[in-house]
């Protein structure tokens, strides 16, 4: 597999994905774990128990096969025992042993939730969400969504949906009762880390529709660009904002990636690309084979090289979108303004099986051009700007003020 094809994929935060997939690679040789032939009885289990020629960097499967066995021939309820759920479950447990939050087995049906979010054929809430310490996680809400517009915010724990514990779901069993027809609505349960008690959010769900890019010019000359995912359409959109910004004089630009959870790799460097002189390095993404790790460049060809800059960030800025931040953050080129990034400093995949399921898996480690990575860390900002409570009920962006008001001094 060339890396110039896993790396025109996606790297970005996956939980529930509202508006943001992941690194997405070509099909690879595979063989799922089927369990459906093994009638493993009492019969057969002296002889697995005799099987001592394992090496011992092989994986001994005797004790889930004796387990197997054992249930088959003694649980009470046997119409509960289906092979297919044993198959998934054994690699399910396999997969989550590696304790990595972004490396998941998904069955059948998971695949399609997840390739229909990948389409964003969607109709929900728009928020993002992860799992962090066994529970459900905001990561970041889509601009104008349903969860935007209730005051969800990227660090929020949901407990529970419509007043099923969160606890004792999987992943995409929240995803699916979180999911649903727009003009429906859930009610979540949500701890903030700044309150005592968890609160209840009701949220009317809708389609959910995202732009890639938007822009508005905030002050006379002061340009306020939000890059919303790194997707398909990323490149042309910026790149046609910034040649429109070219004519009209402008001052300054705030480059917004707050609850921004990545997308499209090779779309962090089309960004950096806009701002930085020379053919810069962007991002260096390492394998477990050094042999294969690559360094990504600008193109040389920069709009805006010396154009006044400040990049704004929050919990809700994470993979792609942190590339773009700590490259420009290491060159000095911008002003980062806002809240401490998420901290995702790793590359994923997705492998197809061939019963319909799906592996998606670490592949890689991702560095800055100074070779920091910020994985469970995140990006310090220059400029820490707290939103406050207030702010939503009045409708106030302290944290777009701030950067308007530094960049308009600039400009004097």
Do not use: C
């Not at 790396?7 to 774990?33: D, Q």
């Not at 009492?42 to 889930?64: A, F, P």
């Not at 979010?117 to 601009?143: D, F, M, P, Y």
Request: overall charge negative.
């Amino acid at each position: 597999m060339k890396k110039s094809t896993r790396l025109a994929s996606y790297i970005a935060i996956f939980g529930i994905v509202f508006a943001s997939g992941l690194m997405v690679g070509n099909s690879m040789p595979t063989h799922s774990l089927d369990l459906s032939n093994k009638n493993i009885t009492s019969s057969v289990i002296g002889d697995i128990l005799s099987q001592n020629s394992l090496d011992k960097k092989d994986l001994d499967l005797r004790t889930m096969y004796l387990v197997k066995g054992l249930l088959e021939e003694k649980y009470i309820n046997i119409d509960k025992i289906k092979n297919d759920k044993m198959s998934y479950g054994v690699v399910k447990g396999l997969v989550d042993s590696l304790d990595d939050p972004y490396t998941q087995f998904m069955d059948p049906d998971d695949t399609v939730e997840f390739t229909q979010a990948l389409n964003s054929e969607l109709e929900g809430i728009g928020a993002e969400l992860t799992v962090r310490n066994g529970l459900l996680l905001v990561v970041s809400t889509v601009k104008g969504s349903p969860a935007e517009k209730a005051n969800l915010q990227p660090d929020d724990y949901i407990l529970q949906i419509d007043g099923k514990d969160v606890e004792e779901m999987t992943l995409y069993e929240a995803i699916k009762n979180i999911r649903g027809p727009k003009d429906t609505s859930v009610t979540l349960s949500v701890l903030r880390k700044d309150k005592d008690d968890p609160f209840d959010v009701t949220i009317k769900r809708a389609k959910i529709i995202v732009d890639s890019v938007t822009s508005e010019e905030v002050e006379k000359g002061i340009w306020h660009i939000s890059i919303n995912e790194f997707s398909d359409d990323t490149k042309y959109e910026f790149n046609k904002i910034l040649d429109e910004i070219k004519l009209k004089n402008p001052k300054g630009i705030i480059l917004d990636l707050r609850n921004n959870g990545g997308g499209y790799l090779e779309g962090s460097v089309d960004i950096l690309s806009g701002f930085l002189r020379g053919q810069q390095d962007a991002v260096y993404v390492k394998y477990r084979d050094s042999k294969e790790d690559e360094l990504l460049k600008t193109t040389g060809k920069p709009q805006f090289p010396d154009l006044p800059l400040v990049v704004l960030i929050n919990k809700g800025t994470a993979s792609a979108s942190e590339i773009v931040t700590l490259a420009l953050k290491d060159y000095g080129r911008a002003m980062v303004m806002g809240t401490t990034s998420y901290g995702k400093g790793t590359v994923q995949e997705v492998d197809p099986l061939p019963d319909g399921s799906s592996l998606r898996f670490t592949i890689a480690k991702w560095y800055s051009p100074k070779d920091t990575n910020i994985d469970e860390i995140g990006i310090e900002p220059d400029l820490v700007v707290e939103p406050k409570e207030e702010d939503f009920d009045n409708k106030f962006d302290r944290q777009l003020d701030e950067a308007k008001k530094y960049l308009m001094n600039l400009a004097k």
